[in-house]
């Protein structure tokens, strides 16, 4: 099955820093999105990019399915960025999304 | 509603006790998602419906677990004679259809048994 591993595994920045996460898969993907899962478990979407580039205020992704990677930018990290940031993604031969291990950021006030 | 509905949103049983988690998907979602999540590691599979049927239930760990979703709306997750390893929070996602598209998540259940 697919593989997806996300870098770095934790994250410390102060706040006002610019920070990119990387999430690579081993195969093909139809379907693929970055969650945020703030302190209190909820999961908040915040892109769902199979490809291409999109831009959502501070937080931008850019997915380059030939090269089977995404990256997450944050620009000018606030407090409130904290939390585990996950990429999960399904293949053509699979209905659930597979999730990376997450990468742990935490921004210093 | 809006988004999707979880509850409740805490459960603590004693083990060997049978427990229900429901969840209310978006309004239209054909697709509906079990997956629980222990601390420290990303969400888990456990079941897949489209519509009224499961059409992937290979998530599920074993045959204590069992979920229905009879109305193609709203799902309940049965977990019978539970275990300390149940523990978890447990969520559920919908999808306006299948597999290209976009899954919202519940605030999930945390369920405790102890």
């Known amino acids: 099955g697919i593989q997806v591993e996300q870098s770095p595994p934790d994250l410390i920045l102060q706040e006002g820093a610019n920070s990119t996460l990387r999430c690579n898969f081993s195969d093909s993907v139809n379907n693929l999105q970055w969650f945020h899962q703030n302190p209190w478990g909820q999961l908040i979407n915040l892109f769902y990019?199979?490809?291409?580039?999109k831009q959502n205020g501070r937080l931008s992704a850019t997915t380059v399915a030939t090269e089977r990677y995404s990256l997450l930018y944050i620009s000018s990290s606030q407090t409130t960025d904290s939390g585990v940031y996950f990429c999960a993604v399904k293949g053509d031969s699979n209905y659930q999304l597979i999730w990376g291990a997450g990468t742990k950021l935490i921004i210093k006030p | 509603g809006a988004g999707v509905s979880q509850t409740p949103s805490n459960k603590v049983t004693e083990k060997g006790k049978y427990v229900e988690l429901r969840c209310d998907p978006i309004s239209g979602h054909t697709a509906l998602y079990w997956y629980r999540q222990s601390l420290g590691q990303g969400p888990e599979f456990l079941i897949y419906f489209q519509g009224t049927g499961a059409a992937d239930d290979s998530g599920l760990p074993n045959d204590r677990f069992f979920a229905v979703r009879p109305e193609g709306s709203v799902s309940t997750l049965k977990i019978q004679r539970t275990e300390r390893g149940d523990s978890a929070v447990y969520l559920c996602a919908s999808s306006p259809s299948g597999a290209n598209t976009e899954a919202f998540f519940g605030q999930g259940t945390r369920l405790t048994v102890v």
């Open positions: 990019i199979p490809s291409g580039t």
